[in-house]
């Protein structure tokens, strides 16, 4: 007798939930951005060529680093009476304006269902107004440079089974 199949479904492009640190290093305080309409992570590695006479001709291939970003595109989410915008999009738009360590963000993000994918690392933002016509929304392009590693972690939205 054979065991069932699952079926299998295919994962959605907005499976990402992107989460900055508002806390510090000892005591996180992880916080949703909210408004995100696109999302797209990139962890491209430097190879170089290491082929020499004994590979009989054939390429020999090293890699020597690795760069990520993360670009996406926000809605920009505004509280009208207190006059202030979201605590998260405040926090990559002045640290694209500061230096050292006051440029860099410390973020995560993860699959949103709790499946296993989930990274966290530190990122330099940029931060550039969409603009538009008349009737568009308040949209951002930001771009999340990697500074140092990009790090895969426990998804923290995985429910732990007794």
């Known amino acids: ?3 069932p199949v699952e079926p299998e479904e295919i994962a959605l492009a907005r499976q990402w939930r992107l989460e900055v640190n508002l806390g510090t290093a000892a005591a996180p ?3 949703l ?4 309409t696109a999302f797209q992570p990139a962890s491209e590695p430097n190879i170089e060529d290491s082929g020499d006479y004994e590979g009989d001709g054939w390429a020999g291939n090293t890699k020597t680093g690795q760069a990520w970003e993360i670009s996406l595109t926000i809605n920009r989410r505004v509280a009208p009476t207190a006059k202030t915008f979201n605590a998260v999009h405040e926090a990559m738009r002045l640290a694209h304006f500061a230096y050292g360590n006051a440029n860099k963000v410390h973020l995560r993000y993860m699959d949103r269902t709790g499946l296993p994918e989930a990274y966290e690392g530190h990122a ?3 931060w550039a107004p969409a603009g538009g016509e008349r009737t568009a929304l308040g949209q951002v392009e930001i771009t999340l440079t990697g500074d140092g590693p990009l790090l895969p ?3 923290p939205l995985t429910e732990e089974t007794p």
């Not at 951005?33 to 995100?36: A, D, E, F, K, L």
């Open 124 to 126: 330099i933002p940029t």
């Open 1 to 3: 007798m054979s065991t």
């Open 29 to 31: 305080d992880w916080k």
């Open 153 to 155: 972690i426990t998804n």
């Open 33 to 36: 951005c909210p408004g995100i």
